[in-house]
């Protein structure tokens, strides 16, 4: 197969995937199953799509298939009558159905994943996989899991889906709120993968971060009463705005100081600062939603690096240390507190209040810590970490700013750039890192 063909399908996978599962799951009724099934059909695209050409309507051939393979499955279990019989009850009551208050397949599909009988980890895993598309290797770098362990995550999430019979259904409103927490982590998950993506050859990833911009308008716009539901959306636009800027015309991460702000989109901005103050005007406090879209408004304010109110910053990220006992939140406070403070401090954070075991295998710490090392004049062991963290990087973007950073050591000027960095210990404690996500 040519490498054209594949990167096609998988482009249409990105765009079209939720979609073909959540019509899938309409008919099925079984989430897990209508993901397979999708997959199915693009093990078909891959085969077929080479030598007939990609179909105009690439979206509606991939349902076809999958809803093909349902029937045919039907029809191996000798339950395709019954099954007549059900589809033909339930449009007869949708039809009689007057009002739906998730209108939206996608959110639809997120909802479902999101059912109680489910974990809280292996909600948000299996709606990264179902709803935004992600590989499962993407999936465990931003849970920093080994991929077998993933894998086996996501595997048992369908089969207790469909033990429970749980339906691809609307929950009833009183349910929402079981519900919302996980919903609201699986939206920022998917856009924080959108905003530095995981792996792959590009820095941003915008298709997905804009599915998780409207998703999460219109959770916001489904719990208009959750403060925290505001300060995603807040967190979000602010973020987004700053997509023009953040990538440069070769394809490379921009970093913060070398940011041309006047391409941040202000319209952007002056939502998110608006939707944070729709979260704040509740009264409750902040949580990590809202604090994480104070740091965002703190650069977003700033006319450069330098009038930033990095003391700001460091409050901000402690208060969200507390809450969330994330250890790139940590490693955050400390990039915050070298532009507050000295690299000095900042190191010693790293190397005496981190909890480096979590941060096994990601090429967070060590990237950090050559930063700092590089700042304080010890060049030789910076050069040791930013290789080590280079080796680590998934992203081939981000692997090329390391190595070029180790070739010209002596011109690396500052933490305010640290561009990429992005881990997530679980889904109860979003990691809420400025710094870590690129700034």
């Given at each position: ?11 249409v ?16 009724g ?16 891959l085969?077929?799509w ?13 349902t076809?298939?999958?809803k ?15 099954r ?10 949708a ?6 208050p ?80 996980a919903?609201?982590?699986v ?17 941003l ?53 070398d ?5 941040w ?44 109110d990095?003391?700001?910053i460091?409050?901000?990220y ?9 250890p ?5 406070r ?67 700013v ?15 750039g ?19 996500k690129?700034?």
């Amino acid at each position: 197969m040519s490498d054209d063909v594949r990167r096609t399908v998988e482009a249409v996978w990105r765009i079209e995937g939720a979609r073909v599962v959540s019509t899938v799951a309409r008919m099925v009724g079984d989430v897990g199953l209508a993901e397979d099934l999708a997959q199915d059909a693009l093990a078909d695209a891959l085969a077929q799509w080479p030598e007939s050409g990609v179909p105009r309507n690439a979206g509606a051939w991939l349902t076809a298939v999958a809803k093909r393979r349902a029937i045919d499955t039907w029809r191996r279990s000798e339950r395709l009558d019954d099954r007549y019989r059900t589809l033909a009850h339930d449009m007869s009551t949708a039809a009689e159905q007057e009002w739906e208050p998730i209108e939206d397949d996608v959110l639809k599909l997120v909802f479902a994943a999101c059912h109680p009988v489910l974990s809280r980890e292996a909600q948000v895993a299996l709606t990264l996989r179902v709803v935004s598309g992600l590989t499962t290797e993407e999936i465990a770098r931003m849970f920093l899991v080994p991929v077998p362990t993933m894998q086996q995550r996501i595997v048992r999430a369908k089969k207790t889906l469909s033990a429970a019979r749980v339906p691809f259904a609307v929950p009833e409103p009183h349910e929402w709120g079981r519900r919302l927490a996980a919903v609201l982590a699986v939206v920022y998950l998917v856009f924080t993968e959108g905003y530095a993506a995981t792996s792959g050859d590009r820095v941003l990833r915008t298709d997905l971060a804009g599915e998780a911009l409207r998703l999460g308008r219109m959770v916001a716009a489904l719990a208009p009463r959750e403060p925290e539901a505001h300060a995603l959306v807040a967190l979000m636009e602010i973020q987004a705005s700053r997509f023009a800027a953040r990538v440069g015309p070769d394809g490379a991460p921009v970093l913060l100081a070398d940011q041309d702000r006047s391409r941040w989109d202000r319209g952007q901005i002056t939502r998110g600062l608006a939707a944070l103050a729709r979260a704040d005007a509740f009264g409750r406090g902040r949580g990590p939603y809202g604090l994480q879209a104070a740091i965002a408004a703190c650069h977003a304010r700033a006319a450069d690096v330098a009038d930033t109110d990095w003391e700001e910053i460091v409050t901000l990220y402690t208060a969200l240390e507390q809450l969330t006992k994330n250890p790139v939140v940590t490693l955050n406070r400390a990039v915050a507190v070298s532009m507050a403070a000295d690299p000095a401090t900042a190191l010693r954070i790293l190397d005496e209040e981190l909890d480096a075991k979590r941060l096994a295998g990601s090429y967070l710490l060590p990237s950090a810590r050559g930063e700092l090392l590089a700042r304080l004049g010890r060049h030789q062991e910076a050069r040791e970490e930013l290789r080590r963290a280079a080796d680590l990087a998934g992203n081939e973007r981000q692997r090329a700013v390391l190595l070029e950073r180790i070739e010209g050591l002596e011109g690396l000027e500052g933490l305010e750039g640290l561009e990429g960095l992005k881990g997530l210990e679980g889904p109860d404690d979003p990691d809420g890192s400025e710094e870590s996500k690129g700034s």
